[in-house]
């Protein structure tokens, strides 16, 4: 595929913000590295050797009767000391993930009541429910970047789609839409959902759902602004007369340009949709208690001050993570910024050139070099 010379140089604009550039491989390092989370944070090892049988107890569950002989029906407890000797007995041996916790462990032998501080066993301590904070600080990274991109790329191509409708057709249609757009905006979105958790337990789909209802008015403004301003340029004129249908001349000739100013928003738009998982977390009306949640975290360090350590690595991880984004926010805004040159250089307007005098057969300087003179 080969890329145009404005793609070129809007990728070069990007480079050339070192910080932004390093923030966007520092947040994908994060995020491919939580994908695997399971991998990283599990209380089941990774593999087991039980005998002659080799085992994979991160992806399919054993009951303790399948590992041992005289094991019960039901699903083994792998930090079980009895069953951990009796493997060991036989020969065996288990390789562990490197957090040996899932989000939903209860951490066993802590030697004082939770919350415990950090130690060589739990890395970032444990809650006040005795479970490893480490693993939930990466299960909760997965899901609130994992509900922020989802929730961004569905409320930004809704409101894409509602903003351009409206941009296009403009009169009437516009009309209508930005009264709808005003009535449902002040709407009480936190009352309403409060409602909603009084009536059924939210999960990940229906905590989407509801917010989608109300996050995709974000971008309607900005590309119904643009496609009001491209739906009379020329080219457009002449496509419409030529007998292009409307959907074509939306999506082909007024959408391209109209997505420069949609995509500085997108990081931004992300960073914002993260915060609304957080703070529903925070104030109980997100998602379901024991759920893996940053903003659940933050709760437990604002109700155990005497646990400075849970609050601590909340401000940390969220901290980290906003300023990533917002980092790369703005080296997407530099990237299609017009009046950028390649490499990030800011064009200027050239010097006035010399004015030839005729008469003498001098060269006389220009305006700005006239200034320059003592006073």
């Given at each position: 595929m080969t890329l145009t010379p404005l793609t070129l140089r809007r990728?070069?604009?990007?480079?050339?913000?070192?910080?932004?550039y390093v923030s966007l491989w520092i947040f994908a390092a994060l995020?491919?590295?939580?994908?695997?989370?399971?991998?990283?944070?599990n209380d089941r090892p990774l593999l087991a050797k039980v005998e002659d049988r080799w085992l994979f107890p991160v992806l399919v569950s054993y009951a303790e009767s399948e590992v041992i002989p005289d094991g019960l029906p039901t699903d083994a407890d792998w930090h079980d000391p009895t069953l951990a000797e009796?493997?060991?007995k036989g020969g065996g041996w288990m390789v562990?993930?490197?957090?040996?916790?899932?989000y939903n462990s209860v951490v066993r032998d802590l030697g004082r009541p939770a919350p415990a501080p950090p130690s060589a066993k739990n890395w970032l301590g444990t809650d006040d429910q005795a479970r490893d904070v480490l693993a939930r600080v990466i299960y909760g990274f997965r899901i609130s970047v994992l509900f922020g991109f989802t929730l961004t790329i569905i409320s930004s191509v809704?409101?894409?789609?509602?903003?351009?409708?409206q941009?296009?057709?403009g009169g009437l249609t516009d009309l209508l839409f930005q009264r709808f757009i005003e009535i449902w905006r002040g709407m009480p979105e936190l009352y309403l959902l409060i409602i909603l958790a009084s009536i059924i337990t939210p999960g990940f789909w229906v905590l989407l759902g509801f917010l989608l209802l109300f996050s995709w008015m974000g971008l309607t403004g900005v590309v119904r602004a643009e496609f009001l301003r491209g739906r009379n340029f020329d080219y457009v004129r002449a496509a419409r007369a030529l007998?292009?249908?409307?959907?074509?001349?939306?999506?082909?000739?007024?959408?391209?340009?109209?997505?420069?100013?949609?995509?500085t928003f997108l990081p931004f738009i992300l960073s914002g949709s993260v915060v609304i998982l957080t703070s529903l977390d925070f104030l109980g009306f997100g998602l379901p208690p024991g759920s893996p949640s940053l903003g659940e975290?933050?709760?437990q360090g604002k109700n155990n001050l005497n646990a400075p350590w849970l609050a601590f690595t909340a401000f940390v991880v969220l901290g980290t993570m906003l300023t990533l984004l917002t980092f790369v926010g703005e080296a997407v805004r530099d990237a299609f910024d017009p009046r950028k040159l390649p490499g990030g250089v800011a064009a200027t307007a050239p010097a006035p050139a010399p004015v030839a005098d005729q008469a003498r057969g001098t060269a006389v300087p220009g305006p700005a070099a006239q200034g320059g003179g003592a006073s």
């Open positions: 990728l070069a604009n990007f480079r050339a913000n070192r910080r932004g995020f491919v590295v939580t994908l695997f989370a399971e991998f990283i944070a009796e493997i060991r562990w993930p490197l957090v040996p916790y899932s809704i409101g894409i789609a509602a903003g351009a409708v941009g296009y057709y007998g292009v249908s409307d959907t074509r001349l939306m999506l082909r000739h007024i959408l391209p340009n109209a997505m420069v100013a949609t995509l975290l933050v709760n």
